[in-house]
């Protein structure tokens, strides 16, 4: 049994940011071993790419995985995965700088920006006291959108694929497009609690840090520029935990302490892995298949406020 201590407040972080070479989503799992991409997997075809996976990855070819090859043969795809996710940040920062943009004169005002705030503020202000707490009601929305049996296979496909490239995400940025996100980035005396006073405060703060020259207006450029500090900041973060996790999968994989991961002990865990999903037992993974149980971690804080975090082989 290995254990990670990690601060509390980094500890969910730490579990999101690996997702990816978990395969906690169905839909990443599938596509990551179904060679003929009809997004039914196959057990013998799950062992087929199990198998040229584990080839490539050894690379002086002794048969064996050792733990610098296991941890360079995920940061490669961590890497690629991290560039993807950052195109689609700044693609989407764009995007949101011509939204709140409302006047088009390629310039955003406090007005405007102070505005888009407010509204933020009292949709998630559900009981109209000028506070966003505990005591608010869910705010998410019921969407209407067309039954799977009346798409067609062309809507379907397109589904998939928007699906899947969610799914695939590691980036993961503060965002307040939910209340716990909200509380994250306004609360400032972290008591549970974001009141009006603390979400104007922290917006004009926002504000004039993002107007870096002080003429009392944020350009495109300006915007861009402060998001992307802090995107590369929540980058680096992101890779360094990753990367970390890795090397306690390998520990994990490498049963007997040997320092080298045998294809046995590798087909091994992956069995585990494909049982899981493999909910009706056919020995073929679908989409449509029923989910498995979650499952239950047990998360521990010590008299230091810090997470003890479990894996257990």
């Known amino acids: 049994m290995n254990k990670i201590i990690i601060p509390l407040v980094l500890s969910l972080t730490l579990f999101q940011a690996v997702s990816i070479a978990a395969s906690h989503q169905k839909i990443v799992f599938v596509n990551q071993y179904d060679l003929d991409g009809n997004w039914k997997l196959f057990k013998d075809e799950f062992d087929k790419t199990r198998q040229l ?92 959108s067309k039954q799977e049996g009346t798409l067609t296979q ?16 590691i980036l993961k940025m503060p965002t307040t497009h939910n209340q716990e996100g909200m509380l994250v980035k306004y609360d400032l005396n972290q008591d549970e609690v974001v009141t009006q006073q603390e979400h104007n405060q922290q917006r004009q703060a926002t504000f004039n840090l993002t107007d870096e020259n002080g003429d009392g207006w944020v350009s495109a450029a300006e915007y861009l520029f402060e998001y992307q500090n802090r995107l590369d900041t929540q980058i680096a973060k992101t890779r360094t935990a990753a990367i970390k996790q890795t090397h306690v999968r390998f520990k994990v994989l490498d049963k007997n302490e040997d320092g080298k991961m045998t294809i046995a002990e590798y087909q091994t865990s992956g069995h585990r892995i494909f049982a899981r999903w493999d909910t009706n037992q056919d020995d073929i993974v679908s989409l449509e298949e029923a989910m498995p149980e979650p499952r239950k971690r047990k998360v521990k804080t010590n008299k230091n406020n810090l997470t003890v975090a479990t894996t257990r082989d």
């Open 154 to 169: 062309e809507e379907k496909e397109q589904k998939r694929e928007s699906q899947l490239r969610f799914a695939q995400r």
């Open 53 to 144: 996976r584990f080839e490539k990855t050894d690379e002086n070819k002794d048969a064996t995985v050792s733990e610098d090859e296991y941890v360079f043969e995920y940061q490669n795809k961590l890497d690629a995965q991290l560039k993807e996710d950052r195109k689609s940040q700044i693609r989407q920062t764009k995007v949101r700088f011509k939204a709140l943009d409302k006047n088009q004169n390629d310039r955003l005002e406090w007005a405007e920006y102070k505005a888009s705030g407010e509204r933020n503020f009292s949709h998630y202000d559900t009981n109209k006291d000028n506070r966003i707490d505990q005591h608010d009601p869910d705010t998410k929305k019921s969407r209407k």
